[in-house]
């Protein structure tokens, strides 16, 4: 059974940073951090293949967002510089087996955390 279990959220200044963590029970082809404000839909922020190393992430976080991993703690962190207000939103940790397609699709993903939130002040 995946289990993940999102923190790190909060609420920063503009250009502030902050760094989510993900603990996971079991990592899965892709790992990925989505984010969802009110009103909008779920929209994939950053992506990593586990067993690769390799990233993809959102036009709007290229530059400011990193995503990496600690295979060895079961952990996922999205280190986050830069912010904007635009930012603000529930983020989420994912799970899934995708074996082909842009992995920052919601839908490709089976497991997903409760959700941290995350608010930028300008």
């Known amino acids: 059974q995946v289990q993940l279990v999102e923190s790190g959220g909060g609420s920063v200044q503009a250009g502030g940073s902050l760094r989510l963590s993900c603990a996971y029970t079991?990592?899965?082809?892709?790992m990925g951090w989505f984010r969802q404000a009110p009103g909008k839909e779920r929209e994939g922020v950053a992506a990593l293949y586990i067993r690769g190393g390799a990233t993809s992430y959102a036009d709007s976080v290229k530059g400011r967002f990193t995503i990496s991993q600690d295979n060895a703690e079961n952990m996922l962190y999205l280190q986050m510089n830069s912010l904007k207000p635009e930012d603000t939103a529930m983020y989420y940790c994912?799970?899934?087996?995708?074996?082909?397609?842009?992995?920052?699709?919601?839908?490709?993903?089976?497991?997903w955390g409760q959700g941290t939130q995350v608010t930028v002040s300008s």
């Open positions: 079991y990592s899965k082809r892709y």
């Open positions: 994912a799970a899934g087996e995708i074996w082909f397609g842009n992995p920052l699709i919601a839908s490709k993903y089976t497991y």
